[in-house]
Nanobody, 123 residues
Framework: QVQLVESGGGLVQAGGSLRLSCAAS????????VGWFRQAPGREREFVTA????????YYADSVKGRFTISRDNAKNTVYLQMNSLKPEDTAAYYC????????????????WGQGTQVTVSS
């Protein structure tokens, strides 16, 4: 069983930045691909970005490409999401997820999920 804990969310003005963290409980975290997803009120959960187990491959949704950067530090069992140039439409609960099937935009490819951290961007 892998436990994931997100942190770093908060309230920020449009154009600002936040860095989210996803800390994992397992020592085998380096074998897992990790994805970030988000869910705004009244909307379905959507893919944001994903990173391979080694960090050598990343994948971004078009809506965040060029503004968000995913990275990982396997020595710390942590994945980061650097979010720059934030927009009000980025407001959502952000969830990290881990899976052994490789980086993917599909929620069903992930086996473990965190509880989420709220990001609110004011205009």
């Amino acid at each position: 069983q892998v436990q994931l804990v997100e942190s770093g969310g908060g309230l920020v003005q449009a154009g600002g930045s936040l860095r989210l963290s996803c800390a994992a409980s397992t020592r085998t975290f380096s074998t897992y691909a990790v994805g970030w997803f988000r869910q705004a009120p009244g909307r379905e959960r959507e893919f944001v970005t994903a990173i391979s187990w080694s960090g050598g491959s990343t994948y971004y949704a078009d809506s965040v490409k060029g503004r968000f950067t995913i990275s990982r530090d396997n020595a710390k069992n942590t994945v980061y999401l650097q979010m720059n140039s934030l927009k009000p439409e980025d407001t959502a609960a952000y969830y990290c997820a881990a899976g052994l099937r490789g980086r993917s935009a599909t929620m069903g490819e992930y086996d473990y999920w965190g509880q989420g951290t709220q990001v609110t961007v004011s205009s």
